[in-house]
């Protein structure tokens, strides 16, 4: 083997890769004999280029980076944007709306999540539900009609494509309804039901390498501008976009904008909206919209997703917004699916507008407004976006389930709730995007309190997240 393959290879295996000049620079430091210093240096990066190696020299010889003078360019400027989408959507049109429609959305729920449970050590052995016998059994499957008895044990039947069986679970503390779980228990034939030991969720791995990028960039991460309510904080929102313009400090970072849902107010979303509508036509909305993100400086590329409160489909997954409105914005701006999964500069992104949350508050014991960073955990454990059917969020039958959570992301962002909250679980940055709209009669009358004007920036060189007000 020759050395530069065998250089690469062994840094592999330590989960560290490395560009060809990168090689080169340990080849002049000795070789494979500099390996172990090299692994203790850069071994934390995952990734190691060449400019930052570079970059980490100027450094040491004491030549700090310039600083920038008024007259300089925001460093965001200098770089190329790196956007890829991570996801084919062209299979969103509802086709039909009958049973098997949606008996086959369930089946690619299961297919997609039993993959994930095949893969856990524990359920290594698990046997289709048709064959189950006697003693210690380990099954994977759907489940259903979730009952709490008196004494606070859980009963439920488990199903998957070969059958169904009755579940019994002393220990347990909540299970929904459609959740995609392997279960290890004891199976008695004379009560015909499994006596469950443990629940095994899909589950999300810990993130062992460092994440962050040699540039020296950022995203701000925002939901739920609301263009065209009476209530929209048009002063704040003005603070903020003048921020990213003038692109001092953070600003100067910026290099996307992205932007959860609820884009505008809509029209006829809930009862007698119109009274606090300052535009009552949502294609004016979205024209006000447009002329927003074009005073944008134009190295910042728009990331957005539609939710509940706009033109496309209630029902989810909700596609990009249509092509006429589309029209009205420029060549900057993504127009997404709701959930859409993207990648920016390696970082993998999941952003879901977050509907479910409503329902999950009420569903998952022990949860608040003021919990939705635990209740993103579960979304990312349970390995679904929408975790049980038949709540507030309405789906689309589609041979594809997109709610289900198949690529581990780095980002998690959801919207909705106008709170907001950020928190780090397994390596994952959880976002909960806050909102540019003051408190409506709605949520007044749901005694809910919104925090508005508050802005994620997470810097992909540190990978840190900076929250900031306007
Ligand atoms: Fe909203």
């Not at 809509?266 to 294609?283: A, K, R």
Request: contains cysteine; proline residues 5%; hydrophobic residues 35%.
């Amino acid at each position: 083997m020759s050395l530069r393959k065998e250089i690469v290879e062994r840094l592999l295996k330590q989960d560290i890769l490395v560009e060809p000049e990168v090689v080169d620079y340990i080849i002049s430091h000795g070789g494979l004999s500099y390996l172990p210093e090299f692994i203790e240096k850069y071994g934390e990066l995952g990734v190691v280029s060449a400019s930052y190696l570079e970059r980490k020299k100027e450094e040491k010889q004491g030549e700090k980076p310039v600083e920038k003078s008024v007259f300089t360019k925001p460093e965001a400027e200098e770089y190329d944007w790196d956007f890829k989408l991570l996801m084919d959507f062209g299979e969103m049109k509802v086709r039909g709306s009958g049973v098997e429609d949606f008996r086959n959305m369930f089946l690619d729920r299961y297919n997609r999540l039993a993959r994930i449970l095949r893969g856990h050590h524990q359920l290594r052995g698990h046997v289709d539900i048709s064959k189950i016998s006697r003693g210690e059994v380990k099954l994977i499957g759907m489940v259903d009609e979730v009952r709490i008895t008196s004494k606070g044990s859980l009963i439920f039947s488990l199903e998957d494509p070969t059958g169904k069986v009755d579940c019994y679970s002393p220990e347990a503390s909540f299970l929904l309804n459609d959740e995609v779980v392997g279960i290890i228990g004891t199976y008695n034939e004379n009560t015909q039901r499994v006596y469950v030991k443990e629940i095994i969720r899909p589950g999300i791995p810990l993130l062992r390498r460092k994440r962050g990028i040699p540039e020296n960039i950022s995203a701000v991460i925002i939901s739920d501008t609301h263009i065209g309510s009476k209530m929209f904080l048009e002063k704040r929102w003005k603070k903020f976009l003048g921020w990213l313009k003038e692109g001092k400090g953070d600003a100067a970072t910026v290099k996307y904008l992205i932007i959860g849902g609820d884009l505008v107010d809509g029209i006829g979303i809930y009862p007698n909206q119109e009274e606090e509508l300052e535009v009552l036509d949502i294609y004016k909305q979205y024209e006000i919209f447009a002329t927003y993100l074009e005073e944008l400086p134009d190295y910042i590329k728009v990331i957005m997703i539609p939710g509940n409160h706009d033109i496309v489909r209630n029902t989810e997954p909700q596609p990009p917004l249509p092509a006429e409105i589309q029209k009205l914005f420029n060549g900057n701006v993504e127009s997404l699916p709701n959930p859409a999964i993207f990648a920016i500069h390696g970082y993998k992104f999941l952003m879901y507008h977050g509907t479910s949350l409503n329902d999950l508050v009420e569903m998952i014991p022990g949860m608040s407004y003021e919990k939705i960073g635990e209740i993103m955990k579960y979304m990312l454990e349970m390995r679904h976006l929408v975790p049980t059917y038949g709540g507030k969020v309405s789906l689309a039958p589609l041979p594809r389930d997109f709610l289900t959570v198949d690529v581990v992301p780095d980002v998690f962002i959801t919207g909705h709730v106008h709170a907001f909250s950020y928190q780090k679980y397994k390596g994952i940055h959880l976002i909960n995007a806050s909102c540019w709209q003051a408190q409506t009669k709605y949520q007044k009358m749901m005694n809910f309190n919104p925090d508005p004007g508050k802005v994620g920036l997470l810097n992909f060189h540190t990978d840190e997240l900076k929250i900031l007000s306007f």
